[in-house]
Nanobody, 127 residues
Framework: QVQLVESGGGSVQAGGSLRLSCAASGYISSSACMGWFRQAPGKEREGVARIPIRFGTTFYADSVKDRFTISRDNAQQHILYLQMNSLKPEDTAMYYC???????????????????WGQGTQVTVSS
């Protein structure tokens, strides 16, 4: 069973930065796809960024391109990061880490069909 635990959320002013982390435990396929999603109150969950767990290119939502950077550290444990710069009030949401063994989740358009999800970490950006 895969467990994902996010951390790093908080409250910042517009223009500020935060770095989210997601620690993954349990067995994850070497071809898995991992990603960050977010959900604001009253809105649907949306994809923010995704990355193959081993090799491959990153993919970002248009709304966060050039501001957010997704990265991973597979040295000892799979850790997923999301560096968020130039934060805007519209970035306010609960942020979730997700993992899926199928590599196809990192190809093509966004899908929410990830098997494993973290509990979420709140990000609040004030103007």
């Amino acid at each position: 069973q895969v467990q994902l635990v996010e951390s790093g959320g908080g409250s910042v002013q517009a223009g500020g930065s935060l770095r989210l982390s997601c620690a993954a435990s349990g067995y994850i396929s070497s071809s898995a796809c991992m990603g960050w999603f977010r959900q604001a109150p009253g809105k649907e969950r949306e994809g923010v960024a995704r990355i193959p767990i081993r090799f491959g290119t990153t993919f970002y939502a248009d709304s966060v391109k050039d501001r957010f950077t997704i990265s991973r550290d597979n040295a000892q444990q799979h850790i997923l990061y999301l560096q968020m710069n130039s934060l805007k009030p519209e970035d306010t949401a609960m942020y979730y880490c997700a993992a899926e063994d199928r590599p196809s989740n990192c190809i093509g358009g966004w899908t929410n069909a990830f098997r494993y999800w973290g509990q979420g970490t709140q990000v609040t950006v004030s103007s």
